[in-house]
Nanobody, 124 residues
Framework: VQLQACGGGLVQAGGSLRLSCAASGGAFSRYTVGWFRQAPGKEREFLAA???????HYADSAKGRFTISRDNAKKTVYLQMNSLRPEDTAVYYC???????????????????WGQGTQVTVSS
């Protein structure tokens, strides 16, 4: 599976962005897909995951402001980000894996496939 993320950019605090991650190859509907981010000097952080079972899971930092969705027909996963803050500035990555248990969703090492990342910069 190849993943390509896009949709990042520069936005003012309080604004919104929608990231997209398009997949090619593989049976996309059978994969769990997730979003992570990495700010400068920090470790990669889990944000949200959408399992093949249809359930969605969020990190506390993403609850209430970020929404993950997917369109299996388009082989695309989205991350809608609202009320953005300067501390949301980071490179955002999408990831996928075909066999993740619930407890493994936040663990980046459990995902086999990664997109190249898209930069999100939130100005104050």
């Amino acid at each position: 599976v190849q993943l390509q993320a896009c949709g990042g950019g520069l936005v003012q605090a309080g604004g919104s962005l929608r990231l997209s991650c398009a997949a090619s190859g593989g049976a996309f509907s059978r994969y769990t897909v997730g979003w992570f981010r990495q700010a400068p000097g920090k470790e990669r952080e889990f944000l949200a995951a959408f399992r093949s079972t249809g359930t969605r899971h969020y990190a506390d930092s993403a609850k209430g402001r970020f929404t993950i969705s997917r369109d299996n027909a388009k082989k695309t996963v989205y991350l809608q980000m609202n009320s953005l803050r300067p501390e949301d500035t980071a490179v955002y990555y999408c990831a996928a894996d075909s066999s993740l248990i619930l407890s493994s969703l936040p663990d980046e090492n459990q995902y086999d496939y990664w997109g190249q990342g898209t930069q999100v910069t939130v100005s104050s």
